[in-house]
């Protein structure tokens, strides 16, 4: 018994993260409402240079 603990004690710890990739109606939302945000700013604050456009397209990349 102490050696099957032993082996499935990893591979639950690595699959657990992965039953968390679901993405709910909240996290939607929030991301729309961030986007919304962002495009407000973009709309008010454009950016102004090549390296300010670059910034804002890693970070949306990246979000």
Known sequence: MQ???R???PALLLALPLAACNEGPAERAG???DNAAQNLRDTIDPPRGPGERLGRSLDRATN
């Open 31 to 33: 991301r729309n409402v």
């Open 3 to 5: 050696k099957l603990m």
């Open 7 to 9: 082996a499935a004690l």
